[in-house]
C-alpha cells in the first residue's frame, strides 16, 4: 500500500488501485503517520526514500 499512495497524486486514485475505500486509505495512512512521527505525505515519503522503501522522485 506504502508504495501505491507514494506513487500517485491522490488518496482517490490509490483507493481505486487498490480497490479499497478511500476512508480506508485515509485511515492506514493516518496509522502510518502516526507510527513514524510524520506528518504528511512528502514527509512519509523522505522516509520511505532514506530507509529504501520508495525509490523517491525520478
Known amino acids: ?25 485515509k485511515t492506514q495512512l493516518q496509522s502510518i503517520y502516526r507510527k513514524t512521527g510524520v506528518n504528511s505525505r512528502a514527509e512519509l515519503s523522505e522516509l ?5 522503501l520508495h525509490p523517491g522522485p525520478e
Open 1 to 25: 500500500m506504502l508504495a501505491t499512495v507514494l506513487a500517485l497524486d491522490s488518496v482517490a486514485r490509490a483507493a481505486e488501485r487498490l480497490f479499497v475505500s478511500t476512508n480506508t486509505v
Open 48 to 52: 520511505a526514500t532514506r530507509h529504501g
